[in-house]
């Protein structure tokens, strides 16, 4: 019988009995990666560490496995397998979110136009203006006479400035067009290009009832009607179309 080994003696051949390679002595003669206290091959602190695991085709991948050699909670996952973002929606339910937002919306405006009147001018009174221009009494005051229904009012001012006074009456045709009443003692060469802007130019006779009017060019698609008199200058402009500017030039009174 062989005498008893003491217990910090190193065995001649540190191999291991399930044929793993052998960990090369320590300094101290404790196998590499043994711990004084715990299990072998635990960190201190009982952090994972990396390993290799083999994959499906033979490759060895890192994955996190712990110290008691079981894998930990963070192992990387298998590449080739991208999983579907969960934010990601098919047309389908797009489609049907915008269709909820849409309802709601199309029915209040249904709401506006039908119950409170969306989209309608607001139409003005026009006589306060008048009687200003009239106790003014700086020129002979016309207003429109005999209009029809389809003619509403939207917007009425008399100014006065350091050259003359204004009246600026604004209309909306029967066809939904507009067309504007200007009467004003402002000098002819100044108001014209103000009210046509400096592309207005004459194009030739209007025959309104006997007075001379003439015709002039606007800004943009707008055209218009000039009563040039000594003591006052008439203009009727708008992109209305020539017979409803020529009808409220012919119902001045």
Do not use: C, H
Not at 87 to 115: H, N, Q, T, W
Not at 155 to 183: H, I, M, N
């Amino acid at each position: 019988m062989e005498a008893a080994q003491p217990a910090d003696r190193v065995p001649a051949d540190p191999t291991p009995p399930d044929g793993r390679p052998p960990l090369p002595p320590a300094a101290d003669g404790a196998p590499t990666g043994s711990a004084p206290d715990g299990d072998a091959g635990t960190p201190a602190g009982g952090e994972t560490e990396p390993a290799l695991v083999a994959g499906g085709d033979g490759e060895t991948e890192p994955a996190l496995v712990a110290g008691d050699g079981s894998p930990g909670r963070a192992a990387t996952a298998r590449p080739g397998r991208p999983e579907r973002p969960r934010s990601e929606r098919s047309p389908k339910d797009m489609a049907l979110s915008l269709l909820v937002l849409l309802v709601p919306i199309a029915l209040l405006l249904a709401f506006y136009r039908g119950f409170l009147g969306g989209e309608q001018p607001t139409t003005v009174d026009a006589a306060p203006a008048y009687e200003q221009a009239r106790a003014a009494n700086v020129f002979p005051v016309a207003e429109p006479s005999g209009l029809g229904d389809g003619w509403r009012t939207v917007s009425a001012s008399f100014r006065t400035v350091d050259d003359g006074a204004t009246l600026r009456v604004g209309y909306l045709t029967p066809e939904g067009r507009g067309a504007q009443l200007v009467q004003s003692t402002v000098p002819p060469q100044r108001l014209i290009p103000a009210e046509l802007t400096a592309q207005g130019q004459p194009q030739g006779p209007a025959d309104l009832g006997g007075a001379n009017w003439q015709r002039y060019t606007g800004r943009g698609n707008e055209q218009a009607l000039v009563l040039l008199e000594p003591d006052r200058t008439v203009i009727v402009v708008g992109d209305a179309r020539d017979n409803e500017l020529r009808e409220l030039a012919g119902a001045l009174r």
